[in-house]
């Protein structure tokens, strides 16, 4: 039975980084993907304009074309401050996007991320999601961002995987889609570089036994 995916990532670049290999393949495989951005993702950065903003959105269109993504939401809190607005402001705009969506998977982030709005994003989404009678999603997986979740260091949960999907079909998407948001990757050997994003595809796929995959924590899954 083809599935609603939702992706609730805290940046634009964020949804490729974490999970564009297995997005790629819900779409081959008849799925619908929809994707939220929760903030701007440039505003904290010196000289940032409406320019930088208007880039960013235009590079992640180009990254969704790739992907097969239907449809983009921008909630546009302010970059790396979604700890200022209250939980409750940010749950109140998510709520209204998965009641109309209902879908039935939901990725996200890791909440012991270094970065503040990823662990605002993973809150807001697990508090969107209470499992009440009646809500859509049957499941929720936390994928890692490189340059975020592995810097988290001791003060922060480490990011454990326990579900890898299968993404050997799908590297090559993956890493055209972040080449839509060249001028968020970094050269190697930074670790938001495309090289590195191929080696931790690598490495989460040998871990298991595949060519290649991504890894991601179960949140939550009702079976």
Same mark, same amino acid.
């Given at each position: 039975?083809?599935?609603?995916?939702?992706?609730?990532?805290?940046?634009? !670049?964020?949804?490729?980084?974490?999970? =564009?290999?297995?997005? /790629?393949?819900?779409?081959?495989? *008849?799925?619908? $993907?929809?994707?939220?951005?929760?903030?701007?993702?440039?505003?904290?950065?010196?000289?940032?304009?409406?320019?930088?903003?208007?880039?960013?959105?235009?590079?992640?269109?180009?990254?969704?074309?790739?992907?097969g993504v239907s449809r983009v939401n921008y909630l546009k809190f302010p970059d790396n401050q979604?700890?200022?607005?209250?939980?409750?402001?940010?749950?109140?705009?998510?709520?209204?996007?998965?009641?109309?969506?209902?879908?039935?998977?939901?990725?996200?982030?890791?909440?012991?991320?270094?970065?503040? !709005?990823?662990?605002?994003?993973?809150? =807001?989404?697990?508090? /969107?999601?209470?499992?009440?009678? *009646?809500?859509? $999603?049957?499941?929720?997986?936390?994928?890692?961002?490189?340059?975020?979740?592995?810097?988290?260091?001791?003060?922060?949960?480490?990011?454990?995987?326990?579900?890898?999907?299968?993404?050997?079909?799908?590297?090559?998407?993956?890493?055209?889609?972040?080449?839509?948001?060249?001028?968020?990757?970094?050269?190697?050997?930074?670790?938001?570089?495309?090289?590195?994003?191929?080696?931790?595809?690598?490495?989460?796929?040998?871990?298991?036994?595949?060519?290649?995959?991504?890894?991601?924590?179960?949140?939550?899954?009702?079976?």
């Amino acid at each position: 039975m083809n599935r609603n995916v939702l992706v609730v990532a805290a940046h634009a !670049d964020d949804e490729v980084l974490g999970c =564009a290999g297995a997005l /790629a393949r819900h779409v081959a495989e *008849g799925d619908m $993907v929809h994707v939220v951005f929760m903030a701007d993702g440039v505003t904290s950065r010196p000289g940032a304009d409406m320019s930088n903003i208007q880039a960013r959105m235009a590079a992640a269109e180009k990254a969704h074309a790739i992907l097969g993504v239907s449809r983009v939401n921008y909630l546009k809190f302010p970059d790396n401050q979604m700890d200022t607005p209250s939980l409750l402001d940010v749950v109140q705009q998510l709520e209204p996007i998965i009641d109309e969506f209902c879908p039935q998977l939901i990725y996200t982030h890791h909440h012991g991320d270094l970065n503040i !709005d990823h662990r605002i994003t993973h809150q =807001a989404v697990m508090t /969107a999601c209470r499992p009440v009678p *009646g809500l859509s $999603v049957r499941e929720i997986r936390c994928f890692e961002v490189l340059s975020s979740t592995e810097w988290g260091g001791p003060a922060f949960e480490s990011f454990q995987p326990s579900v890898f999907v299968d993404i050997s079909a799908y590297l090559g998407t993956k890493i055209a889609a972040l080449s839509a948001y060249d001028h968020e990757m970094r050269a190697a050997p930074h670790s938001r570089s495309i090289e590195h994003a191929e080696l931790l595809a690598r490495h989460r796929g040998y871990s298991v036994g595949l060519a290649a995959a991504e890894s991601f924590m179960l949140a939550r899954a009702i079976i």
